[in-house]
């Protein structure tokens, strides 16, 4: 299992940004697509955003227009960049890679 360092979670106000970042071995981050998952209590893990190799980016509708994932490469980092948060918003991010790897996850937490 490749260790993925994630940082970035906290508590933030309705209409808020945060920023999540994940490092990645090297190998690893010029290999695969990468992205964010979310857990909100009581549900289920869902896709947030992935980015691929060359840049390519996929958004789930609920957050499209508010978040925006990126990779550095010289960095070997992968942002999300979270925008206009919402209470629904609230949940623990894990960053993923397309090989199955997983982050211990961020809280992100969206109240007043």
């Known amino acids: 299992q490749v260790q993925l360092v994630e940082s970035g979670g906290g508590l933030v106000q309705p209409g808020g940004s945060l920023r999540l970042s994940c490092a990645a071995p090297g190998i690893i981050f010029s290999s695969y697509t990468m992205g964010w998952y979310r857990q909100a209590p009581g549900k289920e893990r869902e896709l947030v955003a992935t980015?691929?190799?060359?840049?390519?980016?996929n958004y789930a509708d609920s957050v499209k227009g508010r978040f925006t994932i990126s990779r550095d490469k010289a960095k070997r980092t992968v942002y999300l960049q979270m925008n206009s948060l919402k209470p629904e918003d609230t949940a623990v991010y894990y960053c993923?890679?397309?090989?199955?790897?997983w982050g211990q996850g961020t809280q992100v937490t969206v109240s007043s």
């Open positions: 993923w890679t397309r090989r199955g790897d």
């Open positions: 980015v691929s190799t060359d840049g390519i980016t």
